[in-house]
C-alpha cells in the first residue's frame, strides 16, 4: 500500500532540511492562538483552507498529533485503495497530495479539486478551525483519540527527533508545555474539549487508539462499514494482517523514509509510565478532572483504565 507515499517522504526530507536551518524561534508561528510549524504550515494555507470545498464522499481521519493519525491513516487509505482495486486513478501519482489538509502550500486545494473519487484526508485541526463546507457538505469524519498521558509521553521523543518541531532541555520542560498547550497544534485537552461538541454528531465515528490495539480486527471492520466501503470479509482481513504495528514498522523505509523511524517508534500502551513521575500525574489527573471529566470523550477515553497509576 504506497499511496501518499513518495510525496509523503519527499516533503518530509525537505521540511527536516528548512528546520534543521531555523532557529527555536523561528520554528513556530501563531494563527488564531494556536501554534503551527512553520516548515509545514503558513498563514496564507491556513487563509486557502477557509474556501476548500468538502465532498460528501471524502473519507476523513481528524486526531491531535501522536494519537495514531498515521497508523490509523494507513489503514484508511489501505481500505479505500482496496475498494477501489479496479479504478486505476487511485495509484495516480502525479495527483498526490500530502495527506494533512493544512500541510503544504496555498494553492494544494484547488489541485485537491482534480483528485478522484473518494479522497484520503488526515488532520490534526479541532473542529473549529476546519473549513465549514466539511460539516455543511456532513462529510464523514473518523476521530481517532488517544490517552493523553500516552499522546504526551509520545510526543516528547518525536518532537524533539524532528528538526522542523521544537526540542527540549528535559522531560520537565516538556511537560510544562504540553500542559500549558504550547504544542505544535495546541492543547491536547482544548482539541478533545472542542470535538466532543460533535460527538453525537451522524457523520462523526470516534474510536480510540486503545480499543483499536486491542481489537483491530473489530476496528478495521468497523471503519469500514461507517464509510460504505463494502469490502469482503477476506478483504478486511488483508488490511488488517497489514496493518499491524510491526508490520508497518518494517516497511516503514519504504512508506516513510528515515521519517519512519521516528513515527512508528513502540505504538505501546501505557508507555506513559516510562517518564511520568508522582507529581506529573497529579498534575495531569487533575487537568483532565477539570477538563473532560463527564465529557462524551472524556467517558470514551476510559481514563480510569488507562491513565491511574
Given at each position: ?53 468538502a ?57 485537491m ?14 473542529p ?5 463546507s ?22 516528547y ?12 532541555k ?52 468497523r ?29 516503514s ?24 513521575k ?6 495531569m ?25
Amino acid at each position: 500500500m504506497s499511496k501518499h507515499r513518495k510525496k509523503f517522504i519527499s516533503f518530509v526530507e525537505e521540511a527536516m532540511a528548512k528546520g534543521a536551518k531555523m532557529s527555536q524561534e523561528e520554528i513556530m508561528f501563531s494563527y488564531k492562538g494556536i501554534l503551527y510549524p512553520a516548515t509545514v504550515c503558513s498563514p496564507e494555507t491556513f487563509k486557502a483552507l477557509e474556501s476548500f470545498e468538502a465532498r460528501s464522499d471524502d473519507v476523513f481521519l481528524a486526531g491531535y498529533p501522536k494519537s495514531g493519525t498515521n497508523w490509523v491513516g494507513q489503514i484508511l487509505t489501505d481500505l479505500v485503495v482496496t475498494s477501489q482495486k479496479n479504478n486505476e486513478s487511485v495509484e495516480d501519482e502525479e495527483l498526490e497530495e500530502f495527506p494533512y489538509l493544512e500541510v503544504g502550500d496555498a494553492e494544494k486545494y484547488q489541485r485537491m479539486a482534480k483528485l478522484p473519487y473518494r479522497r484520503v484526508i488526515f488532520t490534526h485541526l479541532p473542529p473549529q478551525n476546519l473549513p465549514d463546507s466539511i460539516f455543511k457538505n456532513k462529510t464523514k469524519i473518523l476521530l481517532l483519540l488517544r490517552n493523553p498521558k500516552d499522546v504526551a509521553t509520545s510526543f516528547y521523543y518525536f518532537t524533539n527527533a524532528l528538526a522542523p518541531l521544537p526540542s527540549y532541555k528535559n522531560w520537565d520542560d516538556y511537560f510544562s508545555a504540553f500542559m500549558l498547550g504550547q504544542m505544535p497544534w495546541g492543547s491536547y485537552f482544548d482539541y478533545v474539549l472542542e470535538w466532543n461538541k460533535h460527538a453525537d454528531d451522524d457523520n462523526v465515528m470516534t474510536i480510540t487508539y486503545e480499543e483499536l490495539k486491542a481489537n483491530r480486527a473489530s476496528g478495521v471492520k468497523r471503519i469500514s462499514e461507517f464509510f460504505d466501503l463494502h469490502l469482503t470479509d477476506e478483504e478486511i482481513q488483508g488490511v488488517v494482517d497489514r496493518s499491524s504495528f510491526q508490520a508497518m514498522k518494517e516497511n516503514s523505509d519504504k512508506t516513510h523514509g528515515a521519517f519512519g523511524n521516528v513515527l512508528f517508534r513502540k505504538g505501546d500502551v501505557s508507555d506513559w509510565k516510562s517518564l511520568f513521575k508522582e507529581d506529573h500525574n497529579q498534575e495531569m489527573d487533575t487537568k483532565f478532572e477539570e477538563c473532560l471529566s463527564g465529557t462524551k470523550l472524556g467517558e470514551k477515553l476510559n481514563y480510569k483504565k488507562y491513565c491511574k497509576a
